[in-house]
């Protein structure tokens, strides 16, 4: 299976996006590239820009490895990327508002009654609640894969708090500081007023009732020992707005109040970097120390927003995903632009069968899973390792979906020995108010082992700076 | 406006990166002071973890006071939580709290500063090595301090760093004095007299003041003069004075930013009033000990009102 390389197809001619970067490249001493990788290591280390891996005492701190060869889109490609980009997230938040109040989607019998029924991530508590600006899902990470000239597909829909695009900032400045020469002669289109369109956005989805010119916005982080807690203080610090722990908040007045200096201080909307399960111990899990009691009455009263809105994970759900076709054409009415992977549900029992005769060729993933655990490469795994998991799947069919190993495109990075291709992804970033706005980039995640398929930074991925052309 | 738990973080990030250093000096004052004496030097090392406050953990720890067991305990042993390695640990995840109120400059300095102290401390320390390893910790809280002044807007994020750095070296001072004295001087006659210079200078050393002393006051090492200046000199940046005015500058002006005064700030003037008297003989006719067990025991209880009226927790 020779994968895609979208800098050069088959080892032959540059395309065309990557063809002035290639000239420069070609030009560059190889000693000094290798001095920027060392140069770029110690920025990042300076800076903490760095992830907690859970189970892992040794690394408590790790840096997420960068490679300095961007991943370029071109200008064309790029247009096509956020159409079916806008239009898949228009529908995930019309399926999620219908899922909470008409179930029309359910009526029509375009989707199973329980997939949705006796699925975790479906939350009561939002039923018949209408959140601010009519908004459930604010910000979404879209994660696509490539393996063609013009085939893209999408892998995966972050709906509940994705993570990364601190990466897609700092990666853009480090690179900026290594190769300025480089954005001199390549158009590129800046990302980095991320924060600023995330501040606006989450700003005209406030509450009805708050009349403030400024809303007053906070970031809600599990703390300092979370593994994305770098980005939470890097998107606060960038919008400026206040970072926040549970412990600091309260309800006052029916309102959510943060502890200052000068006493209890309302806010209008919570980016809240905190599972549903932790918001609010009243109404979730009660041994929650990372939330807010009483936030949940607070929201359903309309004065507060959080974004996302609680009960998104049923939108994104791994099961539901298979359903994304239909549930683009059942609320725009048209076809999907971003295809889907094709993909057997394992609760059904012709699905199963194929599945269990062709462990060798697909994935499987577990419904709920993320992160890139608890999943079997079949290609990759031994004969061992397919037959216990064959086991796992037979004991709950409902747990798991499988999809094709798609060979995803490639893209070189900088070893020793020079260019080496290798497998990536692309998260491009979604912030959703009354409009939809999509930043000319992403994060490109990049397995960094040679074959391998997975991308995840839990698991030995890195990231790449993405260029999208201005052309 | 600040939460009060990133003004919380501020003060002790503050207090630890102080620590940190007035640990380093600590350790190159009895590191001299052993280098200069003939006799048996375990009586100095000794004073050392005791100004350190920390003589029953140390016992916990090891049975002799000398250079070897005293600065591993002092600078690098993280089940000492004054040690260098565990205040900067501390200082840094309070620095990683409160990371959106510090500016990049003083944020990479922190963390650099932990990187490389860390780095230093790593192995346990070739008495050879000791010297540069001291030098090593305090050109790093150098650096932190240097980019915090030159970085940071003079707002309320400002004046909690310095509340914090200026409680914490109080402190130390204080109990320097206090123990040194214990030591040094058996009994109250011995006031006006001229001790083994060696001992006096040490105590001017672990404040970094051995210079300095001779340019104010151009006489032999006196037990009252010594007082004296890190007592009530307004001019010494490590004198309880100086301490008080600048944490009594910073509460007054968060005193009008806010427009509301609280009890820490009368407990501040108090302090501050007590440390304004015409002379050290007052002092030593109060008592010297009672005088410094009291301020030790004001200075501690400002942190807590201050934690309370600004609602730190």
């Known amino acids: ?471 | 406006m600040l939460l009060g738990r990133t003004a919380n973080g501020l003060y002790w990030m503050n207090r630890y990166i102080e620590r940190s250093e007035n640990m380093a000096r600590l350790v190159d004052a009895g590191l001299r002071l052993a280098l200069t004496r003939t006799a048996d030097a375990s009586d100095e090392w000794a004073s050392i973890v005791a100004s350190a406050g920390a003589a029953d953990t140390f016992r916990q720890r090891h049975s002799e006071f000398n250079a070897e067991t005293v600065s591993d305990f002092l600078l690098r042993d993280p089940t000492n939580p004054g040690s260098v390695v565990s205040s900067m640990e501390t200082a840094r995840s309070n620095g990683r709290m409160v990371r959106t109120a510090l500016t990049r400059e003083t944020w990479e300095s922190i963390n650099d500063g932990w990187m490389s102290i860390k780095r230093m401390l790593a192995n346990p320390i070739d008495g050879r090595d000791l010297p540069a390893i001291l030098d090593g910790i305090k050109r790093e809280t150098a650096i932190i301090r240097g980019s915090f002044h030159g970085t940071m807007l003079r707002n309320e994020i400002f004046d909690f760093s310095q509340i914090g750095t200026f409680v914490e070296r109080a402190d130390n001072t204080a109990r320097i004095l206090d123990v040194k004295y214990y030591v040094l001087l058996p009994s109250v006659s011995w006031v006006g007299s001229t001790l083994d210079n060696y001992q006096w200078e040490s105590i001017l050393r672990s404040v970094s003041a051995h210079r300095s002393y001779r340019w104010v006051y151009d006489a032999e090492y006196k037990p009252s003069l010594i007082a004296d200046y890190l007592i009530l000199n307004g001019r010494m940046p490590r004198s309880l004075a100086f301490c008080y005015r600048n944490i009594a500058e910073s509460l007054n002006f968060l005193a009008s930013e806010y427009g509301v005064r609280h009890s820490c700030h009368d407990l501040a003037e108090s302090v501050l009033s007590r440390l304004k008297v015409s002379s050290i003989k007052e002092v030593f006719d109060q008592g010297l000990h009672e005088f410094l067990t009291d301020f030790i025991g004001d200075n501690s209880r400002l942190g807590s009102e201050i934690a309370q009226n600004y609602r730190f927790y």
């Open chain 1, 1 to 471: 299976m020779v994968a895609f390389d979208e800098m050069r197809p088959d080892g032959a001619d540059v395309r065309e996006p990557y063809r002035r970067y290639e000239g420069w490249l070609s030009a560059q001493d190889a000693a000094r590239l290798t001095e920027k990788m060392t140069d770029a290591e110690r920025v990042f280390r300076r800076t903490g820009i760095t992830f907690n891996v859970y189970g892992d005492n040794e690394a408590a701190e790790r840096l997420i490895p960068f490679d300095i060869v961007p991943r370029i889109i071109a200008g064309r490609e790029w247009r096509r990327l956020t159409q079916g980009i806008e239009q898949r997230v228009m529908a995930l938040n019309a399926f999620l508002d219908d899922i909470y109040h008409r179930q029309e989607i359910l009526r029509a019998g375009r989707i199973p009654r329980e997939l949705i029924a006796g699925n975790e991530a479906f939350l009561p508590e939002m039923i018949g609640m209408k959140p601010p600006g009519g908004v459930y899902t604010h910000i979404i990470g879209v994660d696509i894969v490539r393996t063609g000239e013009d085939e893209f597909f999408v892998l995966e829909d972050n709906a509940r708090t994705p993570s990364g695009v601190s990466y897609m900032l700092e990666n853009r400045e480090t690179m900026m500081q290594l190769f300025p020469e480089l954005f001199q002669s390549v158009k590129v289109r800046p990302v980095e007023n991320y924060p600023q369109l995330l501040r606006q956005s989450l700003g005209r989805v406030r509450p009805n009732g708050c009349t403030k010119e400024m809303p007053r916005v906070a970031v809600l982080t599990p703390g300092i020992y979370n593994s994305a807690y770098f980005e939470h203080a890097f998107l606060a610090d960038q919008m400026g707005v206040e970072l926040v722990e549970g412990s600091d908040l309260r309800v006052v007045d029916g309102c959510v109040a943060m502890r200052t200096t000068e006493g209890y201080k309302e806010i209008d909307v919570l980016y809240r970097r905190v599972d549903d399960d932790f918001l609010d111990p009243l109404t979730f899990r009660s041994d929650s120390a990372l939330g807010i009691a009483g936030i949940m009455d607070v929201y359903r009263a309309g004065n507060i927003t959080i974004a996302n809105a609680p009960g998104t994970g049923i939108a994104d759900d791994k099961a539901i995903y298979s359903y994304m076709p239909e549930i683009i054409e059942f609320y725009t009415g048209r076809r999907a632009i971003l295809g889907n992977i094709p993909t057997w549900r394992c609760s059904e029992d012709d699905s199963l069968k194929y599945v269990l005769e062709h462990l060798h060729e697909l994935v499987v993933k577990e419904v709920h899973g993320s992160g890139g655990y608890g999943m079997l490469v079949g290609p990759a795994a031994s004969k061992k390792e397919r037959e216990t998991f064959a086991a796992k799947l037979k004991a709950r069919p409902g747990n798991y979906i499988a999809q094709p190993t798609l060979s995803l495109s490639t893209c070189p990075i900088l070893t020793d020995a020079g260019l080496s291709p290798r497998h990536v992804d692309l998260r491009p970033f979604v912030l959703v108010s009354d409009k939809v706005q999509i930043v000319p980039g992403g994060l490109t995640r990049v397995a960094l082992k040679q074959g391998s398929l997975v991308v995840n930074s839990s698991q030995g991925g890195g990231t790449k700076d993405t260029w999208v052309l201005d052309d």
